[in-house]
């Protein structure tokens, strides 16, 4: 049984052919492809919804359906949060793009981290990438436990020589950055400063209480590796989103993610509220990284101070279409979600599985996915 959302009306666009096969991919990816137990999809054009779309479930094993309020884990799709967070105290004056970490952060400068700039946090060229052993997950959420290992930490490479995608570290100390200059907590900050202003009632960096019971439940697929099956075991003991992890712990519905983005693709700024002014917006999504090899991935990458960037001739850098450019902006999350955003079209999308896939299938629909959306609205 595959179940729609039952509020208002998922197609919503003069161009009904196009939404009409929009909608009957995602349906084909859940029902007849079973990429995924269940996908849901938002695009928002010019900052007004145009799509709004559930199918399939929530949980197999319970037979429960999604619902238009069910919460996905976002991941890494939780990032640029907190990229949007550090720029607002960039454009307040309270923090600079070449200040150097420790100059803010005195502890943070030991063991050769001394040379770090706040540039170098938000492209992914910090030079210490991976998560140390001595964090395993179950400490993920003890703020001054991460902060003392963070501290100790020494640069695997040469601070601003290479991009390296940071899995969790450069956002925790995003986060403390942020408590730093501004002395909230990151998750009150988020709810003050990003999510309550922009109306996402369903985005959420921790979960807490009755919640928890609207998250959907991860599946493994015929597209899950190894280390997939290690995640989702990890998030069935004790998921992620119970924890503030600044660079994983996000859970949204996909409207509410799809509103973000378009906030940022018209210049900061959707129904008449600013989280953003459309200078710091051009300076955010300025290209950084162009084209390197990534050594996390051993793929080309393009970065922003934020996001990764469209247009790269890479099919398997393709999320966000084959269609997209430099002026696309997205980030995925863990084989399950990819977001995007044009700025010149002023689209924005969200699309938000609850099946693991890391293989090339599931970057194939999601391409597709992206391209059908981008040129629907052109």
């Known amino acids: 049984m595959v179940a729609a959302s039952p509020r208002t009306p998922a197609i919503a666009s003069p161009n009904r052919d196009a939404m009409a096969e929009i909608e009957s991919m995602v349906r084909a990816q859940v029902c007849d492809q079973r990429l995924t137990p269940g996908a849901a999809l938002a695009v928002f054009l010019k900052g007004e919804p145009v799509i709004d779309l ?17 919460l996905f884990p976002m991941f890494s799709g939780s990032k640029p949060f907190g990229a949007v967070a550090l720029w607002q105290q960039i454009e307040r004056g309270r923090i600079g793009l070449d200040d150097r970490v420790a100059d803010l952060w005195p502890a943070f400068g030991q063991n050769g981290k001394d040379a770090i700039l706040v540039r170098h946090i938000l492209c992914h060229q910090g030079g210490f990438p991976s998560t140390p052993d001595s964090l395993p997950p179950s400490s993920w959420g003890d703020r001054d436990r991460v902060n003392r290992v963070i501290e100790q930490l020494g640069p695997e490479l040469d601070p601003g020589s290479v991009s390296a995608y940071h899995f969790l570290t450069q956002h925790w100390v995003i986060a403390e950055l942020i408590r730093l200059v501004d002395g909230r907590s990151y998750r009150d900050y988020l709810q003050d400063e990003i999510l309550n202003p922009l109306g996402l009632e369903n985005t959420h960096i921790m979960v807490v209480g009755d919640l928890e019971e609207r998250c959907v439940k991860l599946h493994a697929t015929d597209g899950t590796d190894e280390w997939g099956v290690e995640v989702i075991q990890s998030t069935h003991i004790h998921p992620i989103y119970r924890d503030v992890v600044p660079g994983g712990s996000l859970v949204s519905d996909a409207a509410g993610m799809a509103r973000f983005y378009s906030a940022i693709a018209l210049g900061g700024a959707i129904d008449g509220v600013q989280i953003l002014g459309p200078e710091t917006v051009n300076q955010m999504l300025a290209i ?21 960037l469209g247009g790269l001739d890479e099919p398997r850098r393709h999320w966000p279409g084959a269609t997209s450019t430099e002026r696309t902006f997205w980030h995925g999350g863990m084989g399950t979600s990819v977001c995007w955003a044009d700025r010149d079209t002023e689209i924005a999308m969200a699309f938000l599985t609850n099946g693991v896939r890391r293989d090339k299938a599931g970057a194939i629909a999601r391409r597709d996915l992206s391209d059908a959306v981008r040129m629907a609205f052109r």
């Open 288 to 308: 950084a990284v162009l084209d390197e090899i990534d050594p996390s991935f051993d793929l080309p990458v393009r970065r922003c101070y934020g996001f990764e």
């Open 54 to 70: 559930v199918v399939g479930y929530a949980d197999t094993q319970r037979a429960t359906t999604l619902e238009a309020a069910s």
